[in-house]
């Protein structure tokens, strides 16, 4: 049993701060901001993450999961000390490591004992020296001494909790022996494999774990668009593809491109890294690049289908950026709706969670819904932008009948084009063949 301190209760520090406590530890979670610990103080979560609410108060019941706000006191608390907060993107793409740099000097003013401090955030290489740096400078008392490790963390956000209880390896990155074994001991209940890196390989197998990941997502999306052109069927090439053991079929779904709080910004931060370490990384600018443009790919099928599409009335199916988050930190749905607003189009929006904070990021002229149905009811086309499974199980019959012409544009390839030959649509996806053979009483005269 260690008695850790999480600093930061967002996505990161709030789920591996209660798998910590899970698997036997003492955990405080810490955070500045008051009313997230607050919130966390009355059993309420502010992510919507499923199962996390359930585990967070049954580690809070058996006494070892806790929250404050008093930073230093958690601190001088703990032999482990975990930095979780937040790294998002500046201005010109790089990570904005102001957090981390505050929590480090935190850190050195209470450090009252011997501790291993950790890194969890996504941070460039060299932040574990800086910090080291950071900490040293701070500390009253030079003869109390500590070690830094880096432990970059690879959840995903709506298989959060599942991710770190089974993950598939944690690395650990550190130049002291002891603070490793430490550290690797505490991933012990786990079974998983250990991996034992010096400080700044850790920092960089996150970035280029992540920066792979967005390849393989705009690769295939690149695939996908010239399928189109070709009349190819990306989820058959992708499956083919995939069964190679070499490449692996994960991570091979073409869509709209990706979003969410890391990969563009590990993205941007990686190829600030390169170039200011004076290396031309033009495969990641590429991955960006094609990334950027594939949320105009489904804008151009509207276009192609309606020409100008001012006036007219568009169901969008999904904001989040992907399904099981409430998270629309750069869903790909902010870009392709503003768009369309922009146009002149009028939106009436559904997701079954990420609506609150929907509402904030996108134009005040969108209409919001409670359910698919009213969504798309007398609308011109239906959008899908995330395959929530509800979307992606909708009434097919039911949205046909509602939708003022059978035009149905898919940006998550959500449905078979049989089914959707079938039930009479007008059917654009990603990388397929359209479907343009709808039932002929289900043809507008005019559209
Ligand atoms: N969100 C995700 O799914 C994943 C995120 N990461 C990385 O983990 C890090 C954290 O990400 P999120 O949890 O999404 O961040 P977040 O931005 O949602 O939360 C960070 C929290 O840190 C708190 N904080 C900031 N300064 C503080 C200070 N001085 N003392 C105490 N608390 C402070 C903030 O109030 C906030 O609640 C980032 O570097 C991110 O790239 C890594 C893997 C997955
Ligand atoms: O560093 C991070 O924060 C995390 O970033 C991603 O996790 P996350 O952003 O939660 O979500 P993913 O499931 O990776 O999806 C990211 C985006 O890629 C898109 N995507 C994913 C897979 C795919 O095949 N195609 C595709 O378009 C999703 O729709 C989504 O917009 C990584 O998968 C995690 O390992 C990592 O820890």
Known sequence: MHNITVIGTGYVGLVSGTCFAEMGNRIICCDVNKDKIAMLQNGEIPIYEPGLKELVAKNVAENRLFFTSEVGEAIEDSDIIYIAVGTPMAENGEADMRYVKEVAKTIGKHLNTYKIIVNKSTVPVGTGELVRTIVANNRVNERIHFDIVSNPEFLREGSAIADCMNMDRAVIGATSDKAAKVIAKLHEPLQTKIFITDLQSAEMIKYAANAFLA??????????????????????????????????????QAGIGYGGSCFPKDTFALAHMADQAGYDFTLLKSVIATNEAQPYVMLKKLQDLFGDYAGRRIAVLGLAFKPNTDDMRCAPSLVIIDELVKKGAVVQAYDPIAIPNARALLPAEVTYCDSVEAAVTDCDVCLILTEWDEIAGMDLASVRKLLKYPFLIDGR???????????????????????????????????
């Not at 089914?419 to 009479?424: A, D, R, V």
């Open 215 to 252: 390849t393989k997502i705009s690769f295939i999306n690149a695939i996908a668009n010239l399928c189109e052109r070709v009349g190819a069927d990306v989820t058959q090439v992708s499956e083919g593809m995939g069964m190679d053991s070499r490449i692996g079929g994960k991570f091979l």
């Open 413 to 447: 390839n959500c449905f078979s084009l049989q089914e959707m030959y079938e039930h009479g649509f007008v059917y654009h996806s990603v990388g397929r063949p359209a479907v343009l053979t709808a039932r002929s009483e289900s043809h507008p005269v005019n559209y």
